[in-house]
């Protein structure tokens, strides 16, 4: 059984388009992330949600919108799409009830391409 | 600010040592990962240190010395598998992730 997966694994798209990636994890954690991974391989994160709520959101395009229906689930918006957003994007998840828990358990990753 | 290095690439032959060090600068320390990550794949957790000194987990280590701002993951018994990135990530209130190191394994 998987346990962090993401929907989709591919996606093409054009500059100017809104699409959504999908993330869903059966670990029965609470704190949930996206990042995003560029050309460069620097991992960097987005959005960290705990138990539905956002806690972190660093500083992105307010074109980015994430959204936690359940503690399960963060799904991923991106309006007006950008050559600049193809990368790949991580989602993970955690279950920080101490320190060494906040291993974070990775998705296979979205590999975006706006052309 | 928040400042993690790692070499960018190394190279080593299979059946030798390497060691890949990490220095890292951030306003806050909770501790320090390393993690695999092969190419098109997803990170995956290596080793966590928090307290001085060297973890040991089979062919894999990893070393902290929190006063120098250094920890160093060790690979022993280089295999052609492991060939990957490997990723230093410092935990303040989040994970700051470093670029990765690229290990290239020659036979």
């Known amino acids: 059984d998987t346990a962090v997966s993401q929907t989709p694994k591919y996606l093409v798209t054009q500059m100017g388009n809104d699409k959504s990636i999908k993330c869903e994890q059966n670990?029965?954690?609470?704190?949930m992330y996206w990042y995003k991974q560029d050309s460069k391989k620097f991992l960097k994160i987005m959005f960290s949600?705990?138990?539905?709520?956002?806690?972190i959101n660093e500083t992105v395009p307010n074109r980015f919108s994430p959204k936690s229906p359940d503690k399960a689930h963060l799904n991923l918006h991106i309006n007006s799409l950008e050559l600049g957003d193809s990368a790949v994007y991580f989602c993970?998840?955690?279950?920080?009830?101490?320190?060494?828990?906040?291993?974070?358990?990775f998705g296979p990753g979205t590999r975006l391409t706006v052309t | 600010g928040q400042n993690i290095d790692q070499p960018t690439e190394m190279t080593a032959t299979e059946g030798a040592i390497v060691q890949i060090n990490c220095t890292y600068q951030?306003?806050?320390?909770?501790?320090l990962f390393w993690y695999q990550q092969h190419a098109g794949e997803a990170p995956t957790f290596l080793s966590y240190n928090v307290l001085d000194g060297l973890e040991e987990k089979g062919r894999f280590s990893s070393f902290l010395s929190r006063s120098k701002g250094y920890s160093y993951l060790l690979l022993k018994e280089l295999q052609m598998k492991d060939s990957a990135s490997y990723l230093c990530?410092?935990?303040?209130?989040?994970?700051?992730w470093g670029a990765g190191t690229k290990l290239i394994i020659k036979p």
């Open positions: 990530a410092v935990l303040n209130y989040q994970l700051i």
């Open positions: 670990l029965g954690h609470d704190t």
């Open positions: 993970a998840s955690s279950q920080p009830t101490d320190q060494s828990s906040y291993e974070q358990y």
């Open positions: 949600y705990n138990n539905k709520e956002l806690i």
């Open positions: 951030t306003s806050g320390f909770n501790g």
